[in-house]
């Protein structure tokens, strides 16, 4: 892949707009205090700016609070620090007129289409004739003219999004939201709706002034977006943020596009390394908080095996986006495996490509037994739980801990969910390496049967 920073069209630095912006968030966070008066923080200070004549893609791994940012910015939910403003007004005291599209389509099923379309001028106390006459000229414009009696269990679900659309516009918002809109729909629907949603912005048709894209998909964002902000996670914070400038209608097959596209996989494969400087606009990243445990990649071995082995098959080396594609794979899918894969040493992430190590080969090439050692010593090299956990347990005289134990340190860092979803990984890769053995029912971390040499060994140690 040709080493480049940012593609050769290379983005300008997007604004930072104050007294034009619709919508300004104000160093907002997200946090949850704890007993221990730590905090669990979701997302660090932000500053973030919705202009008109935009289309905003948020862009970011899973768990970094896209879906948080939304609902702060729209007033559903509040910052813990921080202030939105609505055309420099609190928004809490602001009649703020936003609209969301959601994934799951939130139809009412027990209502025909102009029936879910005229719900939401219903609740303004819009009149019944007005209502009606506007949401019969939105479904016109959606391309659902003619199923306004219809219900959604008689619609595909590209109409059922269609509604949602119509449902939204109708209010005739001065910002449209919508979170991951496409991602429940085929990949035929999903290119439909956008090339849809692309016209009806481009011709004005659409009564809104700016558009704030949640996605995880980043060709979408690509082909729909005049701005694009990536962010990272633990917490979420902006780890960079640019415009687009490629001309609409756009070819994902142009080199420009596709360097872009492997530009942001660069920054979303690379948490822990500053996105490359590209010319004319220095992307800043700010790490808020140091972390002590790394997040574990929720993959199995058997994913990170099968990975290895195909990019063996590639010669070794091969662009991330063109392996999410031969395994029909979103890139949420495929990001942990990598994650995992890079973390254990196995492979390293460059430029947008991934490329096997010579232990990521070893382990690839081996019988199973010779990958299970393999496995162990990578993740006792460079996974600090699991090296904690293997030493706890040949330090006690009983060789067991529980698992309580190594639960209240994560919850130090991490949300109670998350510590289930860390020691759930954490268990399934120490049995894999038989690092240890895990009890389920008295929930404790059990060393696995040793040679006697080790056994005595870890005996004086103590």
Request: aromatic letters at 8%; proline letters at 6%; glycine letters at 6%.
């Amino acid at each position: 892949m040709q080493e480049t920073g940012i593609p050769t069209q290379t983005p300008a630095p997007a604004p930072v707009p104050v007294v034009d912006a619709i919508i300004r968030a104000e160093k907002i966070e997200k946090y949850y205090a704890q007993p221990s008066e730590n905090r669990i923080q979701v997302i660090s200070a932000t500053d973030l700016s919705i202009v008109p004549g935009e289309i905003l893609a948020l862009l970011g791994p899973s768990g970094s609070g896209k879906s948080t940012m939304l609902r702060m910015l729209t007033g559903l939910s509040t910052p813990t620090a921080g202030q939105v403003y609505w055309h420099e007004k609190p928004i809490a005291d602001a009649e703020i007129n936003v609209s969301i599209v959601f994934q799951s389509f939130a139809l009412f099923p027990w209502l025909t289409v102009l029936e879910n379309v005229e719900a939401p001028l219903q609740a303004r106390g819009v009149a019944p004739d007005v209502r009606r006459d506007r949401s019969m000229k939105m479904l016109d414009t959606v391309g659902l003219d003619g199923f306004e009696a219809a219900y959604p269990k008689e619609l595909s679900g590209g109409m059922k999004q269609r509604v949602g659309f119509a449902r939204a516009l109708v209010v005739e918002p001065e910002v449209l939201f919508m979170d991951e809109p496409f991602s429940a729909l085929d990949v035929l629907t999903a290119e439909n709706l956008r090339s849809e949603l692309l016209e009806l912005w481009a011709n004005k048709t659409m009564p809104t002034k700016a558009v704030f894209l949640v996605t995880h998909n980043i060709e979408e964002a690509v082909l729909l977006a005049d701005r694009i902000i990536v962010f990272g996670r633990n917490p979420g914070h902006i780890r960079t943020d640019f415009r687009v400038q490629l001309a609409q209608p756009r070819d994902r097959k142009s080199e420009p596009f596709t360097q872009l596209v492997d530009y942001i996989y660069k920054v979303l494969t690379k948490p822990d390394v500053a996105p490359a400087e590209a010319p004319d606009q220095q992307i800043r990243v700010r790490d808020q908080r140091q972390m002590h445990y790394q997040m574990l990649p929720h993959s199995r071995p058997g994913g990170i095996a099968g990975l290895l082995e195909l990019l063996l098959d590639k010669g070794g080396r091969d662009d991330i986006y063109r392996l999410a594609d031969d395994l029909s794979f979103e890139i949420d899918d495929l990001l942990p495996i990598v994650d995992a894969a890079q973390l254990l040493g196995f492979l390293k992430v460059e430029e947008g490509d991934a490329a096997i190590t010579p232990s990521g080969t070893e382990f690839a090439n081996s019988e199973i037994l010779r990958q299970k050692e393999l496995f162990r010593a990578a993740a006792v090299a460079n996974v600090l739980l699991l090296r904690q956990i293997r030493r706890a347990l040949e330090a006690k005289s009983d060789h067991s801990v529980p698992e309580e134990f190594f639960l209240d340190m994560l919850n130090e860092q991490f949300s109670e969910e998350e510590c289930q979803r860390q020691m759930e990984t954490a268990v399934t890769w120490g049995r894999y390496a038989e690092l240890f053995d895990y009890d389920a029912g008295r929930r404790r971390f059990v060393l696995p049967d040793a040679p006697e040499e080790e056994i005595a060994a870890s005996e004086d140690s103590e």
